[in-house]
DNA sequence: GCACGCTCGTCAGGTACCTGTCAATATCGC
DNA sequence: GCGATATTGACAGGTACCTGACGAGCGTGC
């Protein structure tokens, strides 16, 4: 049988096509909800901290402002969010799931998330654990804004 | 300190984090050299495996043809891979380094890896095999294709 | 007040990917 | 041998990103 996995040696490498391999899984899973996988993580985040501007939601995402705000475009066109004034920041606005964007979301949750456990079966907590931690050490490998303005902390995607 | 992990809901996204992240590192590692990332993974792939084809260097860093080409195209601008017709078959070409291309690659390989064992540093063999099965098998996921030809193994960067 | 620096959303332009397609060639079934 | 199918490298065209810049607005320091 061919075995693929030969990436002795870079990491790197081997973590590119894991996420290549999980997007196209996560994908398939969200396509039936009509929702694309970045559209799917800007909901996710916007349900837990509701009222993020686009620039907020570009950091989260750790995407450009530009691109966020064309895929919120996508998602307002789709009814799922709306924008309104911020009430004290007159040059931003606040981003909300409306009833609709929760339910897509309510939707298309339970799929993600069984999809990304079936893939991750056979794995204790314990090793799970490590992998987090391995993961979460090279995501801060270059998070050296520390940017934490005035608002509470706002995960990233 | 602001916590920046907090992708507690989909592992993916947290995968998709550590990429970019990763590939940030790798690619100010590179530019040095005068490289991109994709660039020293064909490189690196070319040196294990010469004589491969545009086709099998694109199922290998898993991108399209017509971007492996595009990409080798700069390479052989840069005089690091030469192609020559293939003996055989007459409708693909083999690609070779050129000795501007081994020592290119030979000078930029230590600065990879020297960022990337930095980036591990403090966690046990262990715990980075636990993390390299989990990767794998990530990665693996969508690798329906089983198309390993003719030719012997070619792994997938 | 007011100049300075920063951030907001947005516009323009470029780049790096992708898909779809094509003729030429290789390979397999018969 | 010979047709059906698949593969290779190249050609378009589209998409999804990014960077760079702009006016508008905010915040701080003087």
Redesign the interface.
């Given at each position: 049988?061919?075995?693929?996995?030969?990436?002795k040696?870079?990491?790197?490498?081997?973590?590119?096509?894991?996420?290549?391999?999980?997007?196209?899984?996560?994908a398939e899973a969200l396509d039936q909800h009509g929702l694309s996988?970045a559209q799917f993580?800007s909901l996710?985040i916007l349900d837990n901290h509701p009222g993020m501007s686009v620039a907020d939601v570009a950091r989260a995402?750790?995407t450009a402002r530009q691109s966020a705000n064309e895929m919120l475009g996508g998602l307002e066109r789709a009814g799922l969010i709306e924008r309104r004034p911020h009430p004290q920041d007159r040059r931003s606005q606040q981003i909300f799931l409306t009833d609709r964007g929760r339910a897509r979301l309510g939707a298309a949750r339970p799929a993600?998330r069984a999809v990304?456990d079936r893939?991750?079966e056979?794995?204790t907590a314990g090793?799970?654990a490590?992998?987090?931690a391995?993961?979460?050490?090279?995501?801060?490998?270059?998070?050296v804004d520390?940017t934490?303005v005035g608002r509470e902390?706002i995960?990233?995607?």
């Open positions: 049988m061919g075995a693929v996995t030969d990436d040696e870079c990491s790197t490498f081997l973590v590119r096509h894991a996420w290549l391999s999980m997007r196209g899984v996560v996988v993580a996710l995402v750790s993600v990304e893939l991750s056979g794995f090793e799970l490590v992998v987090n391995w993961l979460s050490r090279m995501a801060a490998a270059t998070s520390g934490s902390e995960p990233t995607i």
